[in-house]
C-alpha cells in the first residue's frame, strides 16, 4: 500500500489525540493533549436520505414551533452527534467545523498557533508537555514542565486543555498573554501565533559500547512524517549508525499511509505490514517497495503509544526482529474514515480493525514490550538523556 492509494476525500485514519481529545495515561495520570491552532478546512457536501425525512419532520417542527430562537446549526450539529453516539464506539465522534480545522492542520503537519502541546494533569492545572521547534513558543521563554495559570488574565485551573486551546488560540499575527508558573515563579509571556509547520521527527546519535546508535523520535505520522523520517534515516546512515531506536513513546497515532510507507523502509518486498477486517471478511496488506534494511531495531513504546505507533512496534517486532522496550501501548487498533461535511465539520468512524501481520488483536489489548521498564519522572529530565530509563535500557540492549 503506497501514499498514492490514500488520495480520496474519505481518508483512512488511524487514531491521533491533540486535537479530539482522548484520554492517554502520562505519569501515572489521566493526560488529555490538545493542540493550538486554526485553519479552513477542505469539505464535500453530503447528500440527504429518505431515510431521514422523520429527522428532517422534526427538524423543521422545532424551526417553526419552539417558543425561542432557535440555533440551526446546534441542532444539526446534536443530530449528528446523537447518531454516532448510539454506535457506543469511543473512536467514533463528529467535529464541528473548528475541530475539524484543527484535526486536519495537525495531521497535515502545518498550522497557525502558538506551537504549545498542552495537558491537563490530575490536579487540574493546565501543563506545557512539548513546544515545536522554530514555533513562536520556542522563541518564547515558556519550556516544557511549565505551568499555564491564566490567558489574558483569565484563570484556566480546572478547565480542560481542549478548553484552554480555545482560550488561547488566535487569527495569524494576533496575541495572547499567558501567566505561567515555573517552580513557584510567576511570570506573564506575550506570544503572538504564527504559521508553524510541525516537525514530528528527530534523531541525533548515541555512542554506546564504541557503537553509533541511531535514535529517531516520532511524534504523530502526519501527512509529512515519512518525508521527515526518511530524511532523518539518510542522515544517520551517513554517520555509520550500527543500529537504531525508533522511539513511539507519547505518540497516538495519525495517517495509516504514513506508517506504511515507514514500515515498507525496513522490510523486505511482499511482506505482511499488517490486516485489516470488516464484515466481509480479513485483507493482508503487503509490502510493495524493494526497500529494506537489516541492522538492529529497538522500538520504545508507553501507555499513550496508539494505533499507527502499535502497527510500527508490532510489525517490526513481528516481521524484522525489533526488539520492543518500556510500557505496554494503549490498544487501539481499529480504523477510521472521516467524512467530510458542507459546514466544513466532519464524521469519524470506524469502518476496520487491524490485526497484527500474525493475525494478533491489538484493540482493547495493546503490545507488549519484551522489556517492561517504568519511568521514573522524578528525575527525569527532558534535556538529560541519562535520567531517561526507558531510553537507557533501549541503548543496553541495542549494542548487546
Do not use: C
Amino acid at each position: 500500500m503506497t501514499s498514492k492509494e490514500n488520495r480520496s476525500r474519505l481518508i483512512e485514519l488511524m487514531f491521533v489525540v491533540l486535537v479530539s481529545t482522548v484520554v492517554g495515561m502520562v505519569s501515572g495520570g489521566a493526560a488529555i493533549f490538545t493542540m493550538l491552532d486554526v485553519k479552513e478546512p477542505e469539505y464535500s457536501y453530503v447528500e440527504n436520505n429518505s431515510d431521514l425525512s422523520e429527522v428532517n419532520s422534526v427538524y423543521e417542527d422545532i424551526i417553526s414551533k419552539y417558543y425561542k430562537v432557535v440555533d440551526k446549526d446546534a441542532l444539526i450539529t446534536g443530530a449528528i452527534d446523537g447518531m454516532i453516539s448510539v454506535l457506543g464506539d469511543p473512536n467514533s465522534s463528529y467535529f464541528d467545523n473548528e475541530e475539524a480545522a484543527s484535526f486536519n492542520d495537525r495531521l497535515n503537519g502545518k498550522y497557525v498557533g502558538v506551537g504549545l502541546e498542552i495537558m491537563a494533569d490530575g490536579t487540574g492545572k493546565i501543563l506545557v508537555v512539548g513546544i515545536f521547534e522554530g514555533s513562536p513558543a520556542s522563541k518564547s521563554k515558556i519550556k516544557e514542565g511549565d505551568y499555564i495559570l491564566e490567558v489574558d488574565g483569565v484563570p484556566v485551573s480546572g478547565i480542560t486543555a481542549e478548553e484552554t486551546a480555545s482560550k488561547i488560540k488566535r487569527e495569524l499575527g494576533e496575541e495572547a498573554v499567558l501567566t505561567i508558573e515555573r517552580d513557584g515563579e510567576i511570570f506573564k509571556e506575550t506570544i503572538a501565533s504564527g504559521n508553524i509547520v510541525i516537525k514530528s521527527v528527530e534523531s541525533q546519535i548515541f555512542k554506546k559500547n564504541n557503537k553509533n546508535v541511531g535514535y529517531i523520535k516520532l511524534d504523530i505520522f502526519a501527512a509529512n512524517t515519512e518525508e521527515q523520517f526518511t530524511e532523518e534515516l539518510k542522515k544517520l546512515e551517513k554517520q555509520k549508525i550500527n543500529s537504531l531506536i525508533i522511539d513511539v513513546r507519547n505518540n497516538s497515532g495519525g495517517y495509516l499511509t504514513s506508517v506504511t510507507d515507514i514500515l515498507e523502509r525496513f522490510l523486505p518486498k511482499g511482506t505482511i505490514l499488517y490486516k485489516t477486517r470488516d464484515a466481509e471478511g480479513t485483507i493482508d496488506r503487503f509490502d510493495t517497495t524493494s526497500e529494506k534494511r537489516s541492522y538492529k531495531v529497538v522500538v520504545l513504546t508507553n501507555e499513550v503509544s496508539a494505533s499507527a505507533s502499535e502497527i510500527l512496534a508490532v510489525t517490526l517486532s513481528e516481521k524484522y526482529g525489533a526488539i520492543l522496550v518500556g510500557k505496554k501501548t494503549y490498544g487501539k487498533g481499529t480504523v477510521q474514515q472521516v467524512l467530510n461535511t458542507a459546514s466544513g465539520g466532519f464524521a469519524k468512524i470506524t469502518t476496520q480493525e487491524w490485526l497484527s501481520p500474525e493475525g494478533n488483536e491489538i484493540d482493547k489489548v495493546g503490545v507488549v514490550p519484551k522489556y517492561d521498564v517504568d519511568m521514573d519522572y522524578n528525575k527525569y529530565d527532558p534535556a538529560k538523556a541519562e535520567t531517561d530509563t526507558q531510553l537507557q535500557k533501549a541503548l543496553e540492549v541495542i549494542v548487546k
